[in-house]
């Protein structure tokens, strides 16, 4: 048991230290070695691994450093577990089937280290100037991995990924700026005992939109499918489970900020602009990635449903990432397998799976019925607290709307099972031997079906890290 | 006394160099009379006794600003050929807003004459910045460092072309052409 503040400090930052060094041993070291050519994910994966392995429980107290900018708690610490596990998985999927081009590799596991100490660092920040720091440093090096394939749909994703981030990036530094000249402080805890005024309310409307763009909420969301798709798929699994984890986090501290008011009626309506649009727009998806950029913004609705609900929502906020997170890296990691050219699968590329490859047919189904919210998988359970919590607020209207786009829902990933089990194939697929990616997907597979069966351990780490908020 | 002389000749250079960057076609000679103009101003800065805001204008606007014209201009060859346009419905608007904004200025400085000098404006020096960069916040500062690194990267990343070189020199382009 660590009782000094300063020796957990330590042994928590060596974490996102470590991710840093290994950064640049990825970008640097191979420019003096020769034959280290080409094993930057090798580094990479390992550093990820020692920092997994030397991960250390927080003692059960907030301690905030830098003037308040960094708050180390039990939260932070479960957050920082799961960018970890994120970015394993991601490294995995990349060392399996590299996303980057063979002269491009160094900087790519670079940018990749760079966005996940930027989610760090994100889901840590005690005030709004950090969260916009760490938010950049999230976004920038995503920008470049989206088209680091210099390919045209990537380049265009990229395009459109920056010039509508950079927007939103915009905005954020206006908001704070607004609030910075009425705030003496920008910390959480100093926004929220400050005094109300008026013009705030435009600096945190800024703030807001800013972080929703991140997060993907419908009318900010305008980037994801054409983001998703383009982007490398490894990538894409990346920006869908971490990007949104970082976003939601830094929304929810806005959003305890108030009790009621203006802005609890916009993250309202958020909420449901949300649920309803994404919902209806994945209906008519035909390419297998642009499904899950849909069902991802539906996924942040889902989320800002779940926001009302208080304490109690932050905890199934907290179960909900990375139950969210399994799935849809999953998902994304069966496009990455079935993947023909940049755009990804068709879902009518699926036809047949079941057939030729039932296990992964299996696997796939799992991760779509959990997305879906379909009993005993992990998703059904994240969606029923996060829905309670509202519920038991008395948002039963909101409640009432975001479970029938859930049943909406249910059509279009309902449809990828149906064509992986009923259609037959228009081709005969080659039997490819089982590999890295298989592995990952089987993991996760697990992973949603056991978080299904026993939520209770998942849930017991997520309500331990909510009450620290 | 020495003071008024060196606002005035910055200021006039400053002026100078601007009109003339206004009336070049030639990409290159605008961007570096405007690079005078800029240094000029940087003068009048440390003339007012502003070493910090002089220091961050030749090293922003100068240095790194400048460089990016530069850059971008040598990587757009189509920058080269395209003369400003001639159509006189622009050049009368363009006109009409240099008048407004003359005006303004006249204005705004006709009622500077009257207000009164803020004490406390003077004092914000070198050490203050210094004392809020590395002290309380030294950590902002560190992670916009990696930040600035990570777009180095990702633009390095993204401009690299493989093998084949992207961008043609404008002189082969003319040719070409």
Known sequence: MIQEPLSYAASALSGPLLLVLAAFACLLLPLFFRQLRGTQGLIALGATLVAITFYRKAPPAEFSFFCGALLLSPLSAYLWAFALAVLALVLVLSIARPAAPEESQGEYYFLLFMAATGLMVLVAAGDLFTAFIALELLSLPLYALAGIRRSKPGLEAAYKYFMLGAFGSGMTVMGIAILNALYPALTFTALKTGPAQPLALAGFLLVISGFAFKTALVPFHMWVPDAYEGAPTQVSAFMAASVKAGGVIVLWRLFSLFNGGPIHAIFWWLAVITVVSANFMALAQKGLKRLLAYSSVAHAGYLAVAFFGGQRGFEAVLYYLPVYAMATIGAFSVALLLEKDEKGPLIEDLAGLAKARPWLAGAMSAFMFSLAGVPPLAGFFAKFYAFSGAVNSGYTGLVVIAVLMSAVSIYYYLKVTVIMYMKPAAAERPAEAPGMIEAVIFLLAAGVILAGLFSRPLLILAAEASRWF | MIIAAAVYLFGGLAALATLLMLFQRDPVKAAMLM???????????????????????????????????????????????????????????????????????????????????????????????????????????????????????????????????????????????
Do not use: C, H
């Open chain 2, 35 to 177: 690079l005078a103009a800029l240094l000029s101003t940087a003068g009048l800065y440390l003339a007012l006794s502003a070493q910090l805001l002089a220091a961050l204008q030749i090293i922003l606007y100068a240095g790194a600003i400048m460089t990016l014209f530069i850059v971008a201009l040598t990587t757009t060859p189509a920058a080269w050929r395209d003369k400003p346009a001639k159509a006189s419905f622009t050049k009368v608007l363009g006109l009409a807003a240099a008048a407004v904004i003359l005006t303004e200025l006249l204005k705004l400085s006709a009622a500077l004459k009257t207000a009164a000098f803020s004490r406390a404006f003077s004092e914000t020096g070198t050490l203050e910045l210094a004392r809020a960069l590395f002290g309380r916040f030294a950590f902002q500062f560190e992670l916009l460092s990696l930040v600035i690194l990570a777009s180095i990267v990702a633009a390095v990343a993204l401009a690299a072309s493989s093998g084949k070189p992207a961008v043609q020199p404008p002189a082969e382009k003319k040719e070409a052409a």
